[in-house]
């Protein structure tokens, strides 16, 4: 494999930094699912920890560094979930941590970072605003700005659960995983094409925040005016090159699938897994339920991302159109 910005020997050392209650999430089949897709499911829950999410496992390797430095200050953008395991991983280190995010960001996960002494300041606009308004508190107060996917610590942090992956799941020949700013699918790509090159690695994107995908299938940036889509974890206009470069060494195909398969994904995840999940993480199911035949007589990983809903949104979705049991 061409090399990417990831090194495997440092997303090993990252386990050491990353507070074990983020390490070794449950993975298992989940057979319950498996007549609606037609092929062996195995599911990845990265929603069992304090901020529900994979992003403390790359906050935590970003706070680390930090505790050592002078200004033990930081500052970030984000859609909710960056923004909360940034604060719970500064919190546990004594960092004075910012956030800044749209005032339309879903309103439990801007209440879960104010809960966990954070600043957090609002911008009147989307995550896009967000990053840059983010851009300019570091500039102005002289600290680190967090820019998740483009800090290589976002990215080797949440590789780690390729690590688990490769380490201890039965035999599986495809990964699929949500696409957003990068982080992850780069992370966990870099791992298995490092370590079990013939899993197949698909990421998967709302067609309503195609940009990254579109970047991948050119091979080139593209972006986009606007976002529509549910599954604002992976809403972004603006693909990092950097990302995008790592991306293309280690994904073999990206997907768009509709704002009815993540609904009726988070659905059967609800019904059949009990579980509740925030739109990104029923990317996987919503891939698998727009294309069976290809996932056919395989057996898949779906790594399932996140779980920091609106309750009442939540309930507008998943109540619309109960499944029909036999």
């Given at each position: 494999?061409q090399e990417?910005?990831?090194?495997t020997?440092?997303?090993?050392?990252a386990?050491?930094?990353?507070d074990?209650?983020?390490?070794?999430?449950?993975?298992y089949r989940?057979?319950?699912?498996?007549?609606g897709l037609?092929?062996?499911?195995?599911?990845?829950?990265?929603?069992?920890?304090?901020v529900?999410?994979?992003?403390?496992?790359?906050?935590?390797?970003?706070?680390?560094?930090?505790?050592?430095?002078a200004?033990?200050a930081?500052?970030?953008?984000?859609?909710?979930?960056?923004?909360?395991?940034?604060?719970?991983?500064?919190?546990?280190?004594g960092?004075?941590?910012?956030?800044?995010?749209?005032?339309?960001?879903?309103r439990?996960?801007?209440?879960r970072?104010?809960?966990l002494d954070a600043?957090?300041?609002?911008?009147?606009?989307d995550?896009?605003?967000?990053?840059?308004?983010?851009?300019?508190?570091?500039?102005?107060?002289?600290?680190?700005?967090?820019e998740?996917s483009?800090?290589?610590?976002t990215?080797e942090?949440?590789?780690?659960?390729?690590?688990?992956l490769?380490?201890?799941?039965?035999?599986?020949?495809?990964?699929?995983?949500?696409?957003?700013?990068?982080?992850?699918a780069?992370?966990?790509?870099?791992?298995?094409?490092?370590?079990a090159?013939?899993v197949?690695?698909i990421?998967?994107?709302?067609l309503g925040?195609?940009?990254?995908?579109?970047?991948?299938?050119?091979?080139r940036?593209?972006t986009?005016?606007?976002t529509?889509?549910?599954?604002?974890?992976?809403?972004?206009?603006?693909?990092i090159?950097?990302v995008?470069?790592?991306?293309?060494?280690?994904?073999?195909?990206?997907?768009?699938v509709?704002?009815?398969?993540?609904i009726?994904?988070m659905?059967?995840?609800?019904?059949?897994?009990?579980?509740?999940?925030?739109?990104s993480?029923?990317?996987?199911?919503?891939?698998?339920?727009?294309?069976?035949?290809?996932?056919?007589?395989?057996?898949?990983?779906?790594?399932?991302?996140?779980?920091?809903?609106?309750?009442?949104?939540?309930h507008?979705w998943?109540?619309?159109?109960?499944l029909?049991?036999?």
């Open positions: 494999m990417t910005r990831l090194d020997a440092r997303i090993r050392a386990r050491r930094v990353i074990p209650v983020f390490l070794d999430t449950p993975l989940c057979e319950a699912l498996e007549p037609g092929c062996t499911v195995s599911i990845k829950l990265e929603t069992a920890n304090p529900r999410s994979f992003k403390g496992r790359g906050t935590e390797v970003v706070a680390s560094l930090l505790a050592d430095h200004s033990r930081a500052v970030c953008a984000s859609a909710g979930n960056l923004g909360q395991a940034l604060a719970w991983s500064g919190r546990g280190r960092l004075d941590v910012t956030v800044v995010a749209s005032r339309f960001a879903t439990a996960k801007l209440d970072i104010r809960a600043g957090l300041e609002l911008v009147d606009g995550h896009e605003m967000a990053r840059e308004r983010a851009a300019a508190i570091a500039r102005y107060d002289g600290i680190r700005l967090v998740d483009l800090d290589i610590e990215c942090g949440a590789a780690t659960i390729g690590l688990e490769v380490d201890t799941a039965p035999s599986f020949d495809t990964v699929l995983i949500a696409l957003g700013g990068g982080a992850l780069t992370g966990v790509g870099h791992v298995v094409k490092a370590l090159p013939e197949e690695v990421c998967v994107q709302p925040a195609p940009a990254l995908t579109l970047s991948w299938r050119r091979r940036v593209v986009t005016g606007s529509d889509t549910i599954a604002d974890g992976v809403a972004g206009r603006y693909p090159p950097a995008l470069d790592d991306l293309l060494l280690v994904a073999d195909d990206a997907v768009l509709q704002e009815a398969s993540i009726t994904g659905r059967m995840l609800l019904d059949h897994a009990g579980l509740v999940v925030e739109p993480a029923a990317l996987g199911i919503a891939a698998i339920l727009e294309d069976r035949d290809r996932f056919a007589g395989r057996h898949v990983v779906t790594i399932v991302c996140g779980s920091n809903v609106d309750v009442d949104a939540y507008r998943v109540g619309a159109a109960p029909h049991r036999s």
